[in-house]
């Protein structure tokens, strides 16, 4: 096989050869700019129209991801919200606790409620003390709104409360305002309103007045917040009136309260047996 030696004085024609090429090109390139340019818009049209579908489904899988961060963060924004509103409410049921217990004379037992019952005409409470704490059946259970109930039995470290929700609580009382006496107690077809029974229909009992415990009976002390009068009803046949009180405490909403370390005065029960003894 014979290879083909390149001569240098061939080169010339090389070059020549080039330089016409090229000259060729830039005439040609010059001739037709303004085709080259039309050209040049053609294609960018075509891309910008090829580009826009594409880019409205980059903008919607963002929008996409952007729309479940947002949906993750709103979530988490109000579980933070949630829970610093139930830490307020805490806080300030907490404070009128305190404030309640530095500013009453009896001894009181701070309680937490553990279960609740709430479902029939028989609703109890558990709160987390008991025989070890010295409470005793028969004690008033209260908050800073008023009454809640009294205890019904005990253990070493429970206790069950009675509401005033339920079909067997009474509960002596007095209209704050005209001292006229009667007895609350639960209907049991209304969790929202207790009635006060045994008022006599001349005295004037008017929406908004105070219904607070007697201190008559020996059972609770004088003094504690039931509810304020809703309406009264006069009852046929009898002298008296029937009235229709809302109580100051929520049981749906009590958490903590107290119980009041109130003991019976012995002497009056002694003396109550002995009028029984008479009499029998």
Do not use: C
């Not at 090229?22 to 580009?51: F, Y």
């Not at 049991?188 to 007697?214: C, H, Q, R, W």
């Not at 119980?259 to 047996?273: A, C």
């Amino acid at each position: 096989m014979r290879f083909r030696v390149f001569k240098v004085e061939n080169a010339t024609d090389y070059i020549v050869t080039a330089l016409l090429l090229v000259s060729s090109l830039a005439i040609a390139i010059n001739r037709h700019q303004n085709g080259l340019n039309t050209l040049r818009q053609i294609s960018i049209t075509v891309v910008s129209v090829l580009e826009e579908p594409l880019s409205n489904i980059r903008v919607y899988r963002q929008a996409l991801r952007t729309n479940r961060y947002l949906q993750r963060q709103n979530v988490l924004l109000q579980d933070e919200l949630s829970r610093l509103r139930a830490v307020e409410l805490e806080n300030d049921q907490l404070r009128k606790l305190l404030e309640f217990q530095e500013a009453y004379s009896s001894e009181l037992q701070p309680v937490r409620f553990v279960s609740k019952k709430l479902s029939g005409i028989n609703n109890t409470f558990t709160v987390n003390v008991g025989e070890l704490d010295d409470i005793e059946v028969g004690m008033p259970v209260v908050n800073s709104n008023g009454l809640i109930g009294k205890v019904i039995l005990t253990n070493n470290r429970y206790s069950q409360v009675m509401p005033y929700y339920n079909n067997l609580f009474r509960v002596s009382a007095r209209v704050q305002e005209t001292r006229s006496m009667g007895i609350v107690s639960w209907t049991g077809e209304n969790m929202s309103e207790l009635v006060m029974d045994f008022v006599p229909k001349t005295i004037n009992v008017e929406a908004g007045y105070t219904i607070e415990t007697s201190g008559f009976g020996n059972e609770f002390p004088a003094g504690i917040p039931i509810g304020y009068v809703l309406r009264t009803e006069e009852q046929d046949g009898i002298d008296t009136q029937r009235i229709y009180l809302a109580p100051f405490t929520s049981l749906s909403e009590v958490a903590e309260g107290f119980i009041i370390k109130f003991k019976p005065d012995t002497s009056i029960i002694q003396l109550n047996e002995g009028i029984n003894e008479l009499f029998r």
